[in-house]
């Protein structure tokens, strides 16, 4: 028993990771072989992964890199290209949109649009999102490359720039093929993407709790909207093949002040109430079993190199961000950074420049290294200057 309950904390913990968030340049060990970290709730889905956005650490997962069918979850990909399109005035929220029969005639979930009847950018932005239509993506698809195949092409050439390396499309809607398919860690960077790189699209449209569009009004099918008060998003899906899927995201200010948002993909649940209630059980995870400690404040000295030939005689190293991590409930005490420098710097030096690394161990586990920045241009000496370094630098030899 002992055994089997080893086995199933390696199956579900994930890698504790801050690759994902903050653009730190995080390097880790996995969480599955470390003893510090709280396992995870049983989650009965395909695959899941919870993300902390706040700090960028990927707290738990499970078959996060199996290719699986998203169903609906495709469309947060057709909503991605639409607000791209937006940001580039490509299109405009009030740029009416002709309705083909292709789009009319979409099969599964719909708004109900129809030939003839104006609808536009916005309105079929709020019935991909809220109303999950099929219609509505085909005409967003159609919109902007000409027809759905053309559209499924720049979807997978975007899905290559976000570093989505496991993901296929061959449609905006999700309606089920074989050569469709993607995972629950690329559900996770696109759906990071469309709250970061979107945030005004994002709380717009995505809280939004139901919609009505020629006269029929239809709930979003995100659950967690109404149980979860922090829950502001995002999609769901759902087909036989596929299972039901959920992505969602909550965000709670902690008692420190810190405002911390929470990821979660679940994908492949069994029913509509199953996948609301292991994507709850991802975030009450996440939330109660860490907290979330503030190391180093952005821009602050946590030590100083020396550096030859210099304007100046040494530069200041830390990190253009607040440095922060989650750690278990009650071990923030055992935490520790460990300053590792790079050897012997020589001017010039411009801001930015990594010139070592933060080492941080808890309860003597290594967890994680940030690199270490330099916080000031260092400019090259005058030539006396250069001179009496270099005559040092011969010395030291």
Same mark, same amino acid.
């Not at 002992?2 to 199933?8: E, K, L, T």
């Not at 400019?379 to 030899?397: I, P, Q």
């Given at each position: 028993?002992?055994?089997?309950?080893?086995?199933?904390?390696?199956?579900?913990?994930?890698?504790?990771?801050?690759?994902?968030?903050?653009?730190?340049?995080?390097?880790?060990?996995?969480?599955? +072989?470390?003893?510090?970290?709280?396992?995870?709730?049983? !989650?009965? =889905? *395909?695959?899941?992964?919870?993300?902390?956005?706040?700090?960028?650490?990927?707290?738990?997962?499970?078959?996060?890199?199996?290719?699986?069918?998203?169903?609906?979850?495709?469309k947060l990909m057709t909503a991605y290209m639409a607000f791209a399109a937006l940001e580039s005035k490509q299109i405009r929220l009030d740029q009416q949109v002709p309705v083909s029969p292709f789009a009319w005639k979409a099969e599964g979930s719909r708004m109900f649009i129809e030939p003839n009847k104006p609808v536009t950018v916005e309105e079929l932005l709020y019935g991909v999102i809220v109303q999950s239509g099929n219609d509505a993506s085909r005409a967003i698809a159609e919109l902007l490359a000409g027809d759905e195949n053309n559209f499924a092409t720049l979807m997978n050439q975007q899905a290559k720039r976000l570093g989505l390396t496991d993901t296929n499309f061959?449609?905006?809607?999700?309606?089920?093929?074989? +050569?469709?398919?993607?995972?629950?860690?690329?559900?996770? !960077?696109? =759906? *990071?993407?469309?709250?970061?790189?979107?945030?005004?699209?994002?709380?717009?449209?995505?809280?939004?709790?139901?919609?009505?569009?020629?006269?029929?009004?239809?709930?979003?099918?995100?659950?967690?909207?109404?149980?979860?008060?922090?829950?502001?998003?995002?999609?769901?899906?759902?087909?036989?093949?596929?299972?039901?899927?959920?992505?969602?995201?909550?965000?709670?200010?902690?008692?420190?002040?810190?405002?911390?948002r929470l990821l979660s993909v679940v994908m492949g649940t069994t029913s509509d109430q199953a996948r609301t209630q292991e994507s709850l059980k991802l975030m009450n995870y996440g939330y109660q079993m860490f907290e979330t400690v503030k190391l180093y404040s952005a821009k602050q000295a946590i030590s100083t190199s020396d550096v030859y030939k210099g304007q100046a005689k040494d530069v200041k190293l830390g990190v253009n961000k607040d440095l922060l991590i989650n750690v278990p409930r009650g071990m923030a005490k055992q935490l520790k950074a460990t300053v590792e420098k790079k050897g012997t710097l020589v001017a010039p030096i411009p801001a930015g420049t990594e010139l070592g690394s933060l080492k941080l161990t808890l309860n003597g586990e290594t967890i994680g290294t940030v690199p270490l920045l330099a916080l000031s241009t260092v400019?090259?000496?005058?030539?006396?200057?250069?001179?009496?370094?270099?005559?040092?630098?011969?010395?030291?030899?």
């Open positions: 028993m002992f055994n089997s309950g080893i086995s199933r904390f390696k199956r579900h913990v994930g890698q504790l990771s801050l690759i994902l968030g903050l653009g730190l340049g995080v390097a880790t060990q996995s969480a599955a +072989q470390s003893s510090v970290m709280p396992p995870p709730p049983e !989650i009965g =889905a *395909k695959g899941y992964m919870l993300l902390d956005l706040t700090t960028g650490q990927t707290l738990a997962e499970f078959n996060s890199r199996e290719r699986l069918d998203p169903a609906s979850l495709t061959k449609n905006a809607t999700g309606l089920p093929d074989p +050569q469709h398919y993607t995972t629950a860690r690329d559900l996770g !960077i696109l =759906a *990071k993407r469309i709250i970061m790189d979107f945030p005004e699209y994002y709380k717009k449209m995505y809280s939004t709790k139901e919609y009505t569009y020629n006269g029929i009004r239809q709930p979003n099918r995100n659950r967690l909207l109404w149980i979860d008060p922090s829950v502001d998003g995002m999609k769901t899906g759902h087909t036989e093949s596929a299972g039901y899927c959920l992505v969602s995201s909550a965000n709670r200010t902690l008692p420190n002040g810190v405002d911390r400019e090259e000496a005058g030539f006396f200057g250069r001179m009496v370094d270099s005559a040092k630098l011969w010395l030291e030899e």
